[in-house]
C-alpha cells in the first residue's frame, strides 16, 4: 500500500522561524561531534559557546533532538541512575555525520556570500 | 505547576501512540536533568515555556505521513463489517427475547411491542453508526478498523481533533453525500475527503509518524 510524503508542512512559517530552525538543527549536530551528551548538557554547551546568542531553550532543544532522532541522525541511550528520572544520552549516528559535514558545508557557503555582499560598498558594483 | 499537571497539558494534544509515548518519557527525564542541577520544578518547567506551544513544535518536528486511499478503504470495510455484526446482533437478541417463536423469553410482549421494538432497534442503530465514528475518532483518534490498520485521525497540524470537528466530519453519512465526498479522497494531494478540507483533519499513518 502506497503512502506519500507530506514534505512542505504548512507552509506559512516564517523565514526567520525556518532559518533558526535550521542553524539550530546544525548547531546541535555539531555540538553532539564532539561526543556523546544529555539534554541539559546540549544547553549549557550551546549556550555557553556561543555566549547566549543561540538562545536556546529547553522548548526549542528537545523538539528538535525528538526530530534528529526520528530521522536516525541519532541514536539514543538510557542510563538508569541510582536515583531520580533515568537520564537519555544522545549520540551522532553515521547518518548524522554526513548530514552535519553536508549543512556545515552549505551554512559557509551561504555565510561566505552573505557576508561578502553585505560588506560590499556601493561604488564597487 | 506541578510536573504531572505540565506533562498533561503538553501530552493534552498529542495524539495517543509511541510517539506520545516517547515525549512523556523524554520530557520527564529531561525536566528532571535540571531538577537534579538544583533547580526547583517550576524553574525547570519555565525553561520549557507554554505546553502547548511546546506540543506544536513537537508535532511539527516529524512530518505527517498519510493514509493511502486504499488502506483507507480496507478500514471503513472493517467497520462497517464489525458494525453490521453489531447491529444484527442486537436485533436478533431482541427478536430472541421478545418475537412470536414459541422460545422467545417474553412471549406476552410478542404482539404489542415485537415489531414496534425491532423498528425501533433498526433506526437507532442507524443513528449509532455516524455515532460512533464520532465518539470514536473524537475519543481514540480512531475507529477499530483505523486501529487494525495503524491509521488514526488528526488536525492538518498533527494535534488531536475536537468533539465538533469529529461531528462534521461525519455529517456526509448523515447527508448521504458520502459517495461525493469520498472521491475528493482520490484528488486531493493528501487524500482528504471533502468534509476533511472544511475540517482541516487528515487520516494519517500511526507508525511512520
Not at chain 1, 532559518?19 to 556523546?36: D, F, K, N, Y
Not at chain 1, 529547553?58 to 528538535?64: E, Q
Not at chain 2, 437507532?124 to 490498520?149: H, S
Amino acid at each position: 500500500m502506497g503512502v506519500d510524503q507530506d514534505q512542505g508542512g504548512e507552509g506559512k512559517r516564517s523565514i526567520e522561524r525556518e532559518l533558526r530552525r535550521g542553524s539550530l538543527e546544525l548547531a546541535v549536530l555539531h555540538v553532539l561531534s564532539w561526543g556523546e551528551a544529555y539534554g541539559y548538557e546540549i544547553v549549557t554547551k550551546l549556550v555557553g559557546k556561543t555566549n547566549g546568542a543561540l538562545e536556546i531553550t529547553d522548548g526549542t532543544l528537545y523538539p528538535i533532538l525528538y526530530r534528529l532522532e526520528a530521522a536516525g541522525l541519532v541514536n539514543v541511550r538510557w542510563e538508569t541512575l541510582k536515583r531520580g528520572v533515568p537520564r537519555k544520552y544522545y549520540q551522532l549516528t553515521k547518518a548524522g555525520r554526513s548530514e552535519l559535514a553536508r549543512l556545515t558545508d552549505e551554512w559557509s557557503t551561504f555565510a561566505e556570500a552573505m557576508t561578502r555582499l553585505l560588506h560590499q560598498q556601493a561604488e564597487d558594483r | 505547576m506541578t510536573l504531572d499537571e505540565y506533562v498533561h497539558e503538553v501530552l493534552a494534544g498529542i495524539p495517543r501512540g509511541a510517539r506520545r509515548t516517547q515525549i512523556e518519557m523524554d520530557l520527564r527525564a529531561h525536566i528532571g536533568e535540571r531538577v537534579e542541577q538544583g533547580q526547583s520544578i517550576d524553574e525547570a518547567i519555565r525553561q520549557f515555556g507554554d505546553p502547548e506551544r511546546l506540543a506544536e513544535s513537537y508535532l511539527a518536528a516529524v512530518p505527517l505521513v498519510s493514509a493511502s486511499f486504499t488502506r483507507r478503504a480496507v478500514a471503513k470495510l472493517i467497520d462497517f463489517l464489525v458494525l453490521a455484526a453489531a447491529g444484527c446482533t442486537l436485533v436478533i437478541s431482541v427478536w430472541q427475547l421478545t418475537g412470536p417463536s414459541g422460545k422467545a423469553l417474553f412471549p406476552e410482549l410478542a404482539d404489542v411491542v415485537s415489531p414496534a421494538l425491532i423498528a425501533v432497534c433498526v433506526f437507532l442503530f442507524v443513528l449509532m453508526i455516524p455515532g460512533y465514528f464520532v465518539l470514536a475518532e473524537y475519543l481514540t483518534d480512531q475507529t477499530l478498523g483505523k486501529r487494525a490498520l495503524g491509521i488514526h485521525v488528526v488536525r492538518e497540524s498533527g494535534a488531536r481533533i475536537s468533539l465538533g470537528q469529529s461531528f462534521v466530519r461525519q455529517l456526509p453519512l448523515v447527508a448521504e453525500i458520502f459517495i461525493l465526498d469520498v472521491l475528493f479522497a482520490l484528488f486531493t494531494e493528501k487524500n482528504q475527503r471533502a468534509f476533511e478540507l472544511i475540517t482541516k483533519t487528515r487520516v494519517v499513518r500511526v507508525d511512520l509518524a
